[in-house]
Structures are given as C-alpha cells and as structure tokens.
C-alpha cells in the first residue's frame, strides 16, 4: 500500500513539473465546449438542451487524449520494466497509474465544467449535478481506459486504435452520466441514474486494475 | 534464439553471458528478470518467488523532470529501503555531487550511475544486468566492479550480460554462441 501511494506521489509530481498535459487536457475541453455556443447560435433553449450533452462528449475525448501516456512514458524510458520486475503485484502499479491519470485529468474537467455550463446557458442549479456526475463517471472513465492504454502499448498506430477500442465501451457512462444531469435540470429525481453511475464504478473498479494488468503483460511480452 | 540453455547460480556466484549482437543475450536476461514468457522450459529464482530478483536493462527508467535524489528515493519506496540505504546508494554510486539536478540534465554515465543505484535499494538478492558498463568511464566501471564483488560477498547473485572484458571473478561464463538454434528463424528465399 506505501508503494501505491509512493508511485501516484511520483506521477502527481511529475505531472506538476510538466504541468502541459495537464494543461492540455483541460484546454481542449474549455476550448470545445466554448465552440458550442459559436457553432449551435444563441437561441434560447436550444444550448440548454444539449448541454449536458456536450459537457460528457467532450469530458469523453479530453480524457481519451491522455491516455496514450498512462503506460507509454514508463514503458519509454524503461521504468515500466523494472516496475513490472519490482516485487510490486502488477494490478497494483495500473490501480496507481489509473489513479493518478484520474487526479491529474479527471479532477480538472470536474472543476471546469461548472464555469463551461454557464457559456452553455444550463441553469445554475445544475452546478451540483454536473460536478457529481462528472466526479461518479470521469473515474470509469479512466479505469476503462487504461485497458485501451495497455492493450494498444505497442501498437504502431496506437493514437487511432485506442479511441476505437475505448470509445464504444464509454457509451453507458455517456446515457447515464447524461442523463443524470438532465433530470435534475428538469427537476426530477435522479438519485437513482447517481447510482448506476456509482455502480459502474465499482464494477470497472473490481475489475479493470486486473484486466489491465493482463493486458499489459501480454503487450510487454 | 536460443535452445538448450541450462543454467544455475548458487549464492555468491557470478555468471557472464556473453555473445555476439542479436545472439539472446538480452532475451536470456529479460525470462530470467520475468519480463518474457519463455516458449519453453522455466526459470526459478530463490525458492520459487522473484521477489528477491533485481533487473538493471538498457535504458535507466529515470525521470528526467526528477531529480536524481527523488528518482531515489521514490525506489527506496517501492523497494521499501529506508533512508540509510538510500543514503548509501547514493555515496556508493558517488552521486552526491548530482543528487539535487534533475536527471535530464545528466550525461549518459551520470545516469547509468543514478540507474544502477537502484540496485543498491532493492534489497535484492540475485542481481540481472544487461550491459552495465555502457557509457561507463575507467574510474567508474572499477567502482561498479567494486559494488558487484561486495554484492557477491555478501552472499548475492549476479548475471551479467557484457561485451567489455571485466576485472569481475565470474564463476560461470556462457556463450551464446553455443546455444543457437540448429534451425536458424530467418530463411532465405522461398516466398
């Protein structure tokens, strides 16, 4: 367990001395979702409508565009290897790695979203909801991806291959994540979209740390 | 790559691999690290975990927006050394004199060094190294030479894959030569 946190330690500060990816990420969400209302026009209603909408498609591709480096940069300069080597069981280096892609990309979007619902024209009582949708659905967002990551570790083209691989698997994060935010703009009751959300992530939870870890190995040998 | 290779190593034993360019030297020593699936036969390290194992390959898996003292001590961590090992490796390596400059503004034997270091901090009781001497100066491929040796009186285990003579006493060499496929992989011609 020292060791867990030792190595997201590690990623939050190497994150934080290149803060560009970081940077990069939430950019490209601030920027696309402000595209939006340039693209949609000003008409009432309408951005309000699809906003939710935009804020999850565009939180799915800011997370997509990262990744590529939950595995790739360790495995460049070589300290997945000695990781892998290390004593440390393998399911436990991808639940630090998936963790730390979280905080450093996730956490961000989570932030944002609120001060980018309001160029979206959505009402200020959503504030909440899309923080705790986002905050319930970016982290699956993260454990499924670093499948992809491993899986596509030595592919060639891997930056087309993964948002293949991941993108399809995203789609009930996307229905529920959505749709969670849109009752409660309308005033419904939406505890229980909050809890298939919250489901999801147990479930990629249990699971993605190990399937990742199998893919990795198979990628690595 | 290579077949009928049997091999074994007792504590304070040293083994050489040497070989031409692309003859599995490197292959033999990642099965032995468990970073590749033999296609066949196995490997067994200590009694039967690889947890007392250490790899040290090609490239150093330093950080270079790290400094060298946190690249580390974030091992120490994995390896759950304590502060005295760390403090050891480090003077050991004598990497004093960098220890607070990120290691990408290392040379290529500064961070050979700060890389093997890490061996220092595993705790680890068989050693597997792929060509640590590159890059390395005199003075310091006789202080690596130094830190094997000690390694190996204190009871450790070390595979060493090289192309450079070493000072190091190995009880086993093998060549890799001697294991060559009769078969060889690529065939010429024949589409």
């Known amino acids: 367990m020292k060791q867990f946190w030792a190595l997201i330690r590690r990623d939050l500060r190497l ?71 290390s004593p440390l069981p393998d399911s436990v280096i991808v639940a630090a790695k998936i963790v730390s892609h979280w905080l450093t990309t996730g956490v961000p979007l989570i932030i944002l979203a609120p001060i980018l619902g309001v160029t979206l024209q959505m009402p200020s009582s959503s504030i909440g909801p899309v923080m705790l949708a986002l905050a319930l659905g970016t982290p699956t967002l993260s454990l499924i991806g670093a499948i992809g990551a491993a899986l596509t570790l030595s592919a060639r083209r891997r930056g087309v291959l993964l948002p293949l691989i991941v993108l399809p698997l995203y789609i009930p994060v996307l229905i529920f994540g959505v ?11 939406n505890s229980r979209l909050y809890a298939v959300l919250a489901g999801f992530l147990l479930i990629s939870g249990a699971l993605c740390p190990w399937a990742a870890a199998a893919a990795l190995r198979a990628a690595r040998l | 790559m290579f077949e009928g290779l049997t091999l074994s190593l007792a504590a304070g034993e040293a083994l050489i691999v040497t070989g031409p360019n692309g003859s599995g030297k490197s292959t033999l020593l990642r099965i032995l690290a468990g970073l590749l699936e033999p296609y066949a036969g196995e490997v067994k390290i200590g009694h039967g975990d690889t947890d007392s194992m250490c790899f040290a390959g090609h490239l150093d898996g330093l950080k270079g927006a790290l400094t060298v003292a946190e690249n580390l001590s974030f091992w120490a961590e994995i390896y759950g050394a304590d502060g005295g090992a760390l403090h050891d490796a480090i003077s050991l390596m004598d990497l004093a004199a960098v220890a607070d400059m990120p290691a990408d503004m290392l040379s290529a034997g500064w961070r050979r060094r700060a890389g093997l270091a890490r061996l220092l901090l595993s705790g680890a009781a068989t050693w597997v190294l792929d060509e640590p001497f590159t890059a390395l100066d005199k003075e310091n491929v006789a202080r690596l030479d130094g830190v094997l040796t000690q390694h190996l009186e204190s009871g450790g285990a070390l595979v060493l894959a090289t192309h450079q003579e070493t000072a190091l006493r190995a009880q086993h060499r093998i060549d890799m030569r001697n294991f060559a496929p009769a078969q060889p992989l690529i065939q010429d011609g024949g589409w």
């Not at chain 1, 595209?35 to 951005?47: I, R, T």
């Not at chain 1, 699809?50 to 070589?78: N, P, R």
């Not at chain 1, 749709?179 to 009751?189: C, E, K, L, S, T």
Request: without cysteine; charged residues 15%; hydrophobic residues 60%.
């Open chain 1, 179 to 189: 749709g969670a935010i849109d009752a409660a703009v309308m005033g419904f009751d």
């Open chain 1, 15 to 85: 994150s934080f001395r290149q803060r560009a990816d970081s940077l990069m990420v939430a950019g490209f969400f601030a920027v696309t979702v402000i595209l939006f209302p340039f693209g949609v026009g000003p008409e009432p209603g309408v951005l309000e409508r699809i906003g939710a909408g935009v804020l999850w498609v565009t939180a799915l591709l800011a997370a997509l565009l990262s990744l590529e480096h939950v595995f790739a940069d360790d495995a460049q300069d070589g300290a997945l290897d000695l990781l892998l080597s």
